[in-house]
């Protein structure tokens, strides 16, 4: 059974600084992996999607690595800004089991002005 | 264009009772899911409708839970009867028939209280 996990569960930056976030996953069979921001009372909004035979992708300051054989995954914000505080998921796809997402549990991003 | 929405925006009810959620896909949007997020734990899938058909409800947890989509438009989630651990976020998403899985459009959740 697939497992996601995301650590830091919570992180606290000063504005400007760079960070990364970290998700693993136990099975290696995987569709794909997507990044997932979620604002406080918000639904989710999906921010980059790595299909398995890429390596990273990018969006303006912000850039998602994969590793599958390792099961790893880093979500890189650059130059971080109070408007990036929210709630941050990874979610793997399975080969296996049709169009279900096994989300992480989330890090919880405040950057400090 | 609106996006997904849901009703009530929080529901708290008591153990034993019925509790419906209702969420409405964007417009043609064939395929709706359901999520839940328990306290403390990450959020894990329910079902997947394709229009008014069930595609996928291997997440469902018992037969406490009954969801419909008749007439493939907006969906519902009845808990009958409501228990303590049911008490979390409930999702709801929709994608259109050709984006496939990945491109998913989540509302903005119901948050479930069971006393």
């Known amino acids: 059974k697939q497992e996601v996990t995301q650590i830091p569960a919570a992180l606290s930056v000063p504005e400007g600084e760079n960070l990364v976030l970290n998700c693993s996953f136990t099975d290696s069979a995987i569709y794909n992996l997507q990044w997932f921001r979620q604002d406080p009372g918000k639904g989710l909004t999906s921010l980059l999607l790595?299909?398995?035979?890429?390596r990273e992708q990018t969006s303006g300051r912000l850039n998602a690595s994969l590793d599958k054989s390792s099961g790893r995954s880093t979500l890189y914000i650059a130059a971080s800004q109070p408007g990036d505080s929210a709630t941050y998921l990874c979610?793997?796809?399975?080969?296996?089991?049709?169009?279900?997402?096994?989300f992480g549990t989330g890090t919880s991003l405040t950057v400090i002005p | 264009e609106a996006g997904v929405t849901q009703f009530p925006s929080h529901s708290v009810i008591e153990k034993g009772q019925t509790v419906t959620l209702r969420c409405d896909p964007i417009?043609?949007?064939?395929?709706l899911y359901w999520y839940r997020r328990v306290m403390g734990k990450e959020i894990k899938f329910l079902l997947h409708f394709v229009k008014e058909s069930k595609q996928d409800e291997s997440g469902m947890p018992n037969n406490r839970f009954l969801a419909e989509r008749t007439g493939g438009t907006y969906s519902t989630l009845k808990v009958q009867p409501a228990e303590l651990e049911d008490s979390g976020v409930y999702f709801c998403?929709?994608?259109?028939?050709?984006?496939?899985?990945?491109?998913?459009?989540f509302g903005p959740g119901t948050r479930l209280t069971v006393l």
């Open positions: 790595i299909q398995s035979s890429q």
């Open positions: 417009s043609g949007h064939d395929n």
């Open positions: 979610a793997v796809r399975p080969w296996n089991t049709g169009n279900q997402f096994y």
């Open positions: 998403a929709s994608s259109p028939e050709l984006a496939g899985p990945d491109t998913q459009y």
